[in-house]
């Protein structure tokens, strides 16, 4: 029962693959985001989704693409990985219109060699 | 750009005192702030929020105060446990929009 889960947890992968995370909700919020979280925890929103639009994209290399294949899912497609690409991304959803509280996914860590 | 906090400090406190962590912010505009408690290995948890038209919120063990003059948040932790040793984070965002900013984190060790 799982609110916000994504997948995988760990993620290890050489420079130049291409890689994707997912991410699923089963809170019935409109809403989805992704965050980065580098390695001083420093937080900061990459994305979000509102009824599988985009309404916020921060200046992210379009190397990062989301996908919104419906409400429930944000997934994180990233090509040609870089070295600075590790970090641990977080997934999060709130209800929309209006200030609401944002629920994390346990986050995915990605390496790059 | 405006900013929230952006250092990791660590507060080290004893097992059964209060904790206090500090957040200043700059953006003016902010309606709503929000406290996440983040433990190892885990995504952030919400711990308690507050609109800009209070100064005080409370909730079990936890008091936020907000202090727009000087734009400060704070998070007070009473009788803090080993439970509490976690990264504390404050986010604030404006009515426009759901985007939050974050701040850098507090990390919060209980000594037994």
């Known amino acids: 029962d799982t609110a916000v889960s994504q997948t995988p947890k760990y993620l290890v992968t050489q420079m130049g693959n291409d890689k994707s995370i997912k991410c699923e909700q089963n809170?019935?919020?409109?809403?989805m985001y992704w965050y980065k979280q580098d390695s001083k925890k420093f937080l900061k929103i990459m994305f979000s989704?509102?009824?599988?639009?985009?309404?916020i994209n921060e200046t992210v290399p379009n190397r990062f693409s989301p996908k919104s294949p419906d409400k429930a899912h944000l997934n994180l497609h990233i090509n040609s990985l870089e070295l600075g690409d590790s970090a641990v991304y977080f997934c999060?959803?709130?209800?929309?219109?209006?200030?609401?509280?944002?629920?994390f996914g346990p986050g995915t860590r990605l390496t790059v060699l | 750009g405006e900013s929230v906090g952006l250092h990791l400090p660590t507060l080290s406190v004893q097992e059964g005192d209060n904790s206090i962590i500090n957040c200043a912010y700059s953006?003016?505009?902010?309606?709503?702030f929000i406290w996440y408690k983040q433990e190892s290995g885990k995504g952030p948890q919400f711990i308690i929020d507050?609109?800009?038209?209070?100064d005080k919120r409370q909730g079990q063990r936890v008091t936020v105060l907000l202090n727009k003059t000087v734009k400060h948040l704070s998070l007070q932790i009473a009788a803090t446990q080993p439970g509490d040793s976690a990264v504390y984070f404050c986010?604030?965002?404006?009515?426009?929009?759901?985007?939050?900013?974050f701040g850098g984190g507090t990390r919060v060790l209980v000594k037994p």
């Open positions: 999060a959803s709130s209800r929309s219109g209006g200030l609401n509280e944002q629920f």
């Open positions: 809170l019935g919020h409109d809403t």
């Open positions: 989704y509102n009824n599988k639009e985009l309404i």
């Open positions: 953006n003016s505009a902010s309606d709503y």
């Open positions: 507050i609109r800009s038209n209070m």
């Open positions: 986010a604030e965002t404006e009515a426009a929009g759901n985007k939050l900013t």
